[in-house]
């Protein structure tokens, strides 16, 4: 007997994280417009990308000084692990019709972290949909309410939030470094980026830096026995021992 939406563990996980992540919202809008985007420009950034990794990485490269392009590609490549966990969730919940593009919008980190930290079918797709659509609603609304405060405080410079976009990408990426060889992939980004500084257009060095960690993905890493691929970047269950943890590839 399946339990009630109330009981539901899997939509409790996700309104929680839908919660946590959403009032992230604030400080994407607050940094956008400081980055030099108007308030509508940063909502339809929201409501069309949704991936805050991309949306933080888009108006880094444009408080830097790069074009909208550079910015476009590096927030593209950012979300590409996006394309693979729609797969996931294509081959987990089998969504259909309209459905399927609904579930293609909400398709993140947190909600397909939510859905395979569930077991039984039912509780991934609550567990999916009440996170996805849950961080979608007010991830924007919070992004409003940050990109309405942040124009209210006028130029940015004037309170030293200039660099504050490309600070909040480094903070996004600093958890991430966990491992030896995402370190290692880490510094040689860097170091390419600095290399390229001098010779190329501002918002160009973060894709020559992409690049070179494409390639060090693409020659050294090699899949494991059982075919393991890309895991969301967050866990749901930080506090447990998942010893039942359904694989959808």
Do not use: H
């Amino acid at each position: 007997m399946s339990t009630s939406l109330r009981q539901s563990p899997g939509a409790r996980v996700g309104l929680s994280i839908a919660v946590a992540t959403g009032l992230y919202g604030v400080s994407f809008g607050a940094l956008s417009v400081a980055s030099g985007l108007t308030v509508w420009q940063t909502q339809a950034l929201s409501l069309l990308l949704f991936s805050g990794g991309s949306q933080f990485a888009f108006i880094g490269v444009i408080a830097g000084g790069g074009t909208p392009v550079a910015a476009a590609s590096a927030a593209a490549l950012l979300g590409i692990r996006n394309a693979v966990y729609g797969m996931q969730i294509n081959v987990l919940l089998q969504p259909r019709g309209w459905w399927r593009l609904a579930a293609a919008q909400v398709t993140i980190d947190e909600s397909l972290a939510t859905s395979t930290g569930q077991t039984d079918p039912l509780e991934q797709r609550r567990g999916f949909w009440v996170a996805g659509v849950g961080i979608f609603v007010l991830w924007n609304l919070f992004t409003l309410v940050g990109s309405l405060a942040g124009d209210a405080l006028g130029d940015p410079k004037r309170w030293g939030l200039d660099g504050a976009a490309v600070a909040a990408f480094l903070a996004l990426l600093w958890p991430r470094l966990r491992s030896r060889d995402a370190g290692a992939i880490a510094a040689a980004c860097a170091l390419a980026t600095i290399l390229a500084i001098p010779f190329v257009p501002p918002g160009v060095p973060i894709l020559v830096a992409a690049v070179v960690a494409a390639a060090v993905g693409w020659f050294g890493y090699r899949a494991g026995p059982d075919g393991e691929g890309l895991e969301p970047d967050i866990d749901p269950y930080p506090d447990t021992v998942q010893t039942d943890r359904t694989d959808p590839s």
